[in-house]
Nanobody, 120 residues
Framework: QVQLVESGGGVVQPGGSLRLSCAAS????????KGWYRQTPGKQRELVVS???????DYADSVKGRFTISRDNAKDTIFLQMNSLKPEATAVYYC??????????????WGQGTQVTVSS
């Protein structure tokens, strides 16, 4: 059974930092595009940052220069380093893994989410 397990959420003061982790139980994880999304009540889930299998990163404008996605292919894990956090970053953060191959159904997996709260 495929699983994505996030960890590292919590409560932090404005200006602080958090590091999220997402560990995958997918043997071909390195072939997937991965991403971090976030969602607040009543709003759609939004992309924070994605990284393709070849390492191309795409950040939302609101987090550029403050958030960094990285990966450890040997451990099938991705990370989200969040610095200079602002209250508007408060949300549930979800890890995503997506693999698209021509002629086959898309493989799209989500983690259970981890709460990040930025508050003084």
């Amino acid at each position: 059974q495929v699983q994505l397990v996030e960890s590292g959420g919590g409560v932090v003061q404005p200006g602080g930092s958090l590091r999220l982790s997402c560990a995958a139980s997918i043997s071909t994880f390195s072939f997937y595009s991965k991403g971090w999304y976030r969602q607040t009540p009543g709003k759609q889930r939004e992309l924070v940052v994605s990284i393709t299998s070849d390492g191309t990163r795409d950040y939302a404008d609101s987090v550029k220069g403050r958030f960094t996605i990285s990966r450890d292919n040997a451990k099938d894990t991705i990370f989200l380093q969040m610095n200079s956090l602002k209250p508007e970053a408060t949300a549930v953060y979800y890890c995503n893994a997506l693999r698209l191959r021509a002629g086959t159904p898309a493989l799209n997996y989500w983690g259970q989410g981890t709460q990040v709260t930025v508050s003084s």
